[in-house]
């Protein structure tokens, strides 16, 4: 929009209060319902008990020793952790604080906690500074977050906050984010088509629409949100017309919410007259999260995403009550306010504020969704056996997060998955560096794609997956992709893999690897990814993979294929070691022209049925 037509805008804005969180502006009566009502008991219940054990432990500060570790080591986590043990104080005594208004210990916390953060040296984490560069102008995702935050305390909390620390606030966010914002920028992240664009400017946006009101801050405001407004265009483009999010489920939850937190904000302040939900492409992407869930909390976690999820029950509420489309979760799935490891503020309030805009439903609906933009064939299917999931991916290996992961595959059953993608690793300095793919969760080792001549698959755009075929239909779905591109292999002229998803009473998959060589190769290996140690079937050819009383069972030609399981550790988000298996199967005779057929069923192991 138009600088001027956009400062008109603003002159016209409504005043921020508390009317933009509560009905008739009205917080304490608010807060006394999620206090009573039978609704919320289990969140206060989560509250309150983190509330204790922070109350029990020792405040920790972030010291220049933490925050040198990551130039002189690479790790990330020791300095994290403590930074977001302090964001995790901040948040749980605020809402407790909103709760129990009466309680001077959560108030006394929580006081201590802002003048903690309001002190720290630079809100940035280390592994977004450069080594030169000033913390004071830099902007990352949590220092934009921290703003954010503080920004809303100071208006939802309003006169119980001494007014030292709420000029304290006003001039913290000032200095640290609209400042640098409008006289140090462009930043990278301006027109990012990640979720980088809609965290920042979307946490900048938000605190300016929370503590820029008055007429004096007019001209200001508006300058921010042409510059907020315009990154939220460059994070759309990141979308396809599919509305898929290609850096996975758990950054759809991050970067799309905080987008919605700011279209939210600036909706409600303009009289929505600034509207970014009457986007289709928007209405596109608030149906991402539903197609991604496989039965349980497993869901589709191609890229740097987590195998299992829950769901921010507020965002997604508000997104069923705009959309009809969108189908509101089951309270099942919603998040611990514990499990956040960086306790982000902004969900968890929006879990309790806007828990009731929409109805409960007892599972996600079945369904086959084909993502044509992303590449993405993902199957939800329910029999009187439970519910199955399937997805598998063409793409391209210069996405978001990327892995090189042309043609990967999961399968899960029961809410456990049988084929896995490793998700994303312990981010330390190497893994967004030239180091990314020697990791197993990153490279094409780890995923359930094939070693072709002793080569895995490389990196860039032009590595990409071409569709041949792509079906739905009520008895099956169908996929084929050429894969070829992805391998920088000599002689190889042709690779195309292609699924067929049978919707059995016990689901199956059928599929066909077809190489074609110039000559023949040396080698060539088909590789499945799993968390769960195969055994041997006592049927020839046969390789089981059994969990609880549901096993998936891998049929292979054994007289043209050998088998070799390789047990492996890789260190996951959390920095955990964790063990996978390597399933490989080697062809014994390797030839120019190829084919080869694997079938998966899955089973009970202890229930027979017909």
Not at 178 to 191: A, D, T
Not at 230 to 241: K, Q, V
Not at 277 to 304: H, T, Y
């Amino acid at each position: 929009m138009d600088i001027t037509k956009l400062a008109e805008l603003v002159r016209n804005m409504t005043p921020a209060g508390p009317e933009l969180y509560y009905p008739g502006g009205d917080g304490a009566t608010f807060w006394n319902m999620v206090r009573s009502s039978e609704d919320y008991a289990a969140d206060v219940a989560e509250i309150t008990s983190e509330g204790k054990r922070l109350l029990a432990a020792p405040a920790e500060e972030l010291t220049y020793s933490l925050f040198s570790l990551f130039y002189k080591q690479g790790s990330r986590l020791e300095y994290e952790s403590v930074y977001f043990e302090k964001r995790r104080r901040l948040g749980t005594f605020a809402i407790l604080s909103l709760l129990e208004p009466e309680c001077e210990r959560y108030e006394a916390a929580l006081l201590d906690a802002v003048w903690s953060i309001c002190g720290e040296v630079t809100w940035c984490l280390p592994a977004h500074l450069g080594n030169d560069e000033s913390p004071r102008k830099a902007i990352d995702l949590f220092a934009a977050e921290t703003g954010f935050t503080l920004a809303e305390l100071r208006l939802l909390l309003g006169e119980r906050l001494p007014s030292m620390l709420r000029a304290v606030i006003g001039e913290m966010v000032d200095e640290r984010l609209f400042q640098p914002f409008l006289e140090n920028g462009p930043y990278s992240w301006e027109e990012a088509e990640h979720n980088w664009s809609a965290v920042c400017a979307g946490s900048i946006g938000s605190a300016a629409l929370l503590l820029l009101h008055e007429e004096r801050d007019n001209e200001r405001l508006a300058r921010i949100l042409e510059k907020t407004q315009r990154s939220m265009g460059f994070y759309l483009r990141g979308f396809g017309d599919d509305g898929a999010c290609l850096e996975g489920l758990s950054y759809w939850n991050y970067g799309f919410g905080y987008f919605v937190y700011y279209s939210d904000l600036l909706s409600k302040r303009s009289g929505g007259k600034l509207d970014w939900f009457s986007e289709e492409k928007v209405r596109r992407i608030a149906g991402f999260q539903q197609k991604c869930f496989l039965g349980g909390n497993a869901v589709v976690n191609f890229s740097d995403a987590l195998p299992h999820a829950s769901v921010q029950l507020g965002l997604s509420r508000y997104l069923a009550a705009k959309y009809e489309e969108v189908q509101s979760p089951p309270v099942s799935l919603c998040a611990d306010f514990r499990e956040d490891h960086c306790s982000r503020w902004a969900p968890a309030l929006r879990n309790l504020l806007w828990r009731g805009l929409a109805e409960d439903c007892a599972d996600w609906d079945p369904g086959d969704f084909w993502l044509e933009d992303a590449g993405w064939l993902i199957s939800r299917a329910e029999t009187e056996a439970g519910t199955f999931g399937f997805a598998a991916k063409g793409g391209h290996n210069d996405e978001p997060h990327n892995h090189n992961d042309l043609g990967q595959f999961i399968l899960a059953g029961g809410g456990d998955f049988f084929l896995s993608d490793l998700g994303c690793g312990e981010y330390t300095k190497d893994y967004f560096r030239e180091a990314r793919y020697v990791y197993d969760c990153n490279g094409s080792q780890g995923h359930s794609v094939p070693i072709i001549d002793g080569v895995l698959q490389s990196e860039g755009r032009g590595k990409a997956a071409t569709i041949l075929e792509q079906l739905i239909s009520d008895a099956e779905i169908r996929l084929a992709v050429e894969l070829s591109a992805a391998y920088i292999c000599e002689g190889l002229e042709s690779f195309t893999r292609s699924w067929v998803w049978r919707k059995t009473a016990l689901l199956e998959l059928e599929m066909q690897d077809v190489y074609r060589f110039a000559s023949a190769p040396q080698r060539l290996t088909e590789r499945f990814i799993s968390l769960i140690k195969p055994v041997e079937s006592e049927t020839a050819g046969v390789l089981l993979l059994a969990f609880g009383s549901m096993g998936l069972e891998l049929h292979y030609d054994f007289e043209r294929l050998r088998t070799e399981v390789n047990e492996i550790t890789f260190r996951n988000h959390f920095g955990e070691d964790t063990v996978y298996y390597a399933l490989d199967f080697h062809l014994k005779k390797p030839e120019a022209n190829t084919e080869l057929e694997i079938l998966f069923k899955f089973k009970f192991t202890n229930i027979n049925i017909s």
